[in-house]
């Protein structure tokens, strides 16, 4: 994002609006710090400056910076999944997607916040770790998929890694014999990690509407303490057989 300084007045008003807090004062007008900016388009879609002064930069879809956008602006699609919000679907819409089906397991990692953010090297340090533990099943229906040039070592695409987004969610499918592992390496990796991450373990439900027994008996062993969640997606549902 980019303010024309010689159109700003220096109302202030866009500013608690940047949840990077990538907006600051300069010479009595604000501007864009462009190393911290998520482009996540928030100053401008609220359209508080009152004399149009905010802009979407020319770079902003630009490779790799576009990436910024891509993980950052939820009305934005991602080029190569065309989904919006992140580039992914998520465990949340599994209903609907059935990414994860009955008997199966899916992990996902959510890194990166409002204020906080990420770096993509944070993705990488944790593609790294799963691939040096031989878990390489990133959903392929995931962006980061296609942001991995080497399978082998987990390593992300160079030119990505000094880019910053607000959030990104690693995506996996593993079986339940592999789950433990899952959970050990990223418990392993989690203080190389310069951001918060949460970490969602997800199936279908029983009969019943209960969480398989086997699923929460294998995150316990692990030593997590789990909170159940559910997430109601409303208009997307299916009925059931
Ligand atoms: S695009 Fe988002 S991160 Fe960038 S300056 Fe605007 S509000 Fe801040
Ligand atoms: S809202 Fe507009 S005029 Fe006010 S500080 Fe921000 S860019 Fe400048």
């Not at 879809?61 to 934005?76: E, G, I, M, T």
């Not at 997607?97 to 996902?108: I, K, L, N, Q, Y």
């Not at 070592?153 to 160079?158: I, N, W």
Request: hydrophobic content about 35%.
């Amino acid at each position: 994002m980019i303010i024309y300084k010689e159109v700003c007045v220096g109302c202030g008003r866009c500013q608690p609006y940047c949840p990077a807090g990538a907006i600051a004062f300069e010479d009595m007008k604000s501007v864009v710090e462009q190393d911290a900016c998520y482009e996540c388009g928030n100053c401008l879609r609220v359209a508080i400056c009152p004399v149009d002064a905010i802009h979407d930069s020319p770079q902003v879809y630009q490779y790799p910076r576009a990436l910024r956008k891509y993980f950052s602006d939820p009305c934005a699609t991602h080029a190569v999944t065309g989904i919006e919000g992140r580039g992914t679907e998520e465990s949340k819409t599994n209903d609907v997607t059935e990414r994860c089906g009955p008997g199966e397991f899916g992990v996902a990692i959510e890194v990166g916040r409002p204020t906080l953010g990420m770096g993509l090297a944070d993705i990488q340090r944790i593609t790294r770790a799963l691939a040096r533990s031989g878990i390489t099943e990133i959903e392929p229906q995931n962006p980061i998929h296609s942001m991995i040039a080497d399978p082998a070592t987990g390593d992300l695409k160079v030119e990505m890694l000094n880019e910053r987004v607000l959030s990104a969610i690693i995506e996996l499918q593993v079986t339940p014999e592999r789950l433990p592992d899952v959970l050990r390496t990223i418990k392993a990796v989690a203080n190389e990690v310069d951001s918060v991450f949460t970490l969602d373990v997800f199936t279908t439900l029983e009969p019943g509407l209960t969480i398989p027994r086997k699923l929460l008996d294998i995150v316990e062993a692990e030593g997590f303490t789990w909170r159940p969640n559910a997430k109601i997606n409303m208009g997307l549902g299916r009925a059931s057989d």
